[in-house]
C-alpha cells in the first residue's frame, strides 16, 4: 500500500468517525502528563504549540484554554473543521509536509498519530516535525505500543471507513528511533487493560 493509499484511507475513516470522537473521554493518565506537561511549558516561558494530529481538538481546546497559542494540523479536513468550530487555528496537512517555516514554534504535541506513519517514513515525519520546532523545544509523543514491533491494516468493523494503518513498536526500537532526532528527557508506559500499552515520551530537539 503506496503513503498516498494509507493517507486517504485515514482522512475517509476518521472524517466518518469524527462525531464519535468528540464525546469521548481521553484517559486519565494522558490528561495527567498533559498538564503537567503545559506546566513544563510554563516553566521554561514558551507560547507557541503546535499538534500533529489534532483529532476534534480535545487537547487543543485544553492546551489554548491554558492561554497558549495553538494550532493544529490533521490530514482529515473533517477534524480541521472541528477545531476550527472551537475557536481553534487549525491547518489540513501530513505530518511528511507541513505548511510552516522552519523554527516556527516554541513546542509540540503529538498523541496517537505517529503510529499511522509507516516505519520507512518515521524518521522524515520526525525530521520534519523537528524542522517547524524553535531550537531546544520540547517535543511530547504518546503512541500504542507492544512487546514487538510490527505493521499492520486493521478493521475495526465500527463501518466508519476502510481499514487504518498502523505501525506499532517496541519501546526499545521506538526509543532507538527518537534518539536519532534529540534527546529523550522523559519516557514512560502504562497500561489500560488491553494487550498493548501507550507510550509517553518528552524529546528535547538540538539546541543549535
Not at 480541521?80 to 501530513?94: D, I, N, Q, T
Not at 510552516?100 to 515525519?125: E, K, R
Not at 499492520?152 to 521506538?174: A, C, L, N, T
Not at 526509543?175 to 487493560?193: A, S
Request: proline fraction near 4%; charge should be negative.
Amino acid at each position: 500500500m503506496s503513503r498516498a493509499d494509507r493517507e486517504q484511507d485515514l482522512i475517509t475513516y476518521y472524517s466518518g468517525e469524527i462525531h464519535a470522537r468528540v464525546g469521548r473521554d481521553l484517559p486519565e493518565p494522558r490528561v495527567e502528563r498533559r498538564t503537567a506537561y503545559l506546566d513544563q511549558l510554563r516553566a521554561e516561558g514558551r507560547d507557541t504549540v503546535l499538534e500533529v494530529g489534532c483529532g476534534p481538538g480535545r487537547d487543543g481546546e485544553a492546551i489554548a484554554a491554558a492561554g497558549f497559542t495553538y494550532t493544529g494540523v490533521d490530514l482529515s479536513p473533517a477534524s480541521v473543521e472541528a477545531c476550527r468550530a472551537l475557536g481553534l487555528h487549525a491547518e489540513a496537512a501530513s505530518v511528511l509536509d507541513l505548511p510552516f517555516g522552519d523554527a516556527s514554534f516554541d513546542a509540540g504535541w503529538t498523541m496517537s498519530t505517529l503510529l499511522h506513519v509507516a516505519d520507512q517514513d518515521l524518521d522524515q515525519a520526525l525530521r520534519e516535525i523537528v524542522r517547524v520546532l524553535r531550537p531546544g523545544a520540547p517535543l511530547a509523543i504518546g503512541l500504542w505500543g507492544d512487546i514487538s514491533s510490527g505493521e499492520h491494516v486493521w478493521d475495526d468493523g465500527k463501518g466508519y471507513g476502510p481499514g487504518r494503518f498502523f505501525s506499532i513498536r517496541s519501546d526499545e526500537d521506538m526509543q532507538e528511533v527518537l534518539g536519532r532526532h534529540g534527546d529523550l528527557e522523559q519516557w514512560t508506559t502504562w497500561n489500560d487493560g488491553g494487550a498493548m500499552h501507550y507510550q509517553w515520551a518528552v524529546l528535547r530537539v538540538s539546541a543549535s
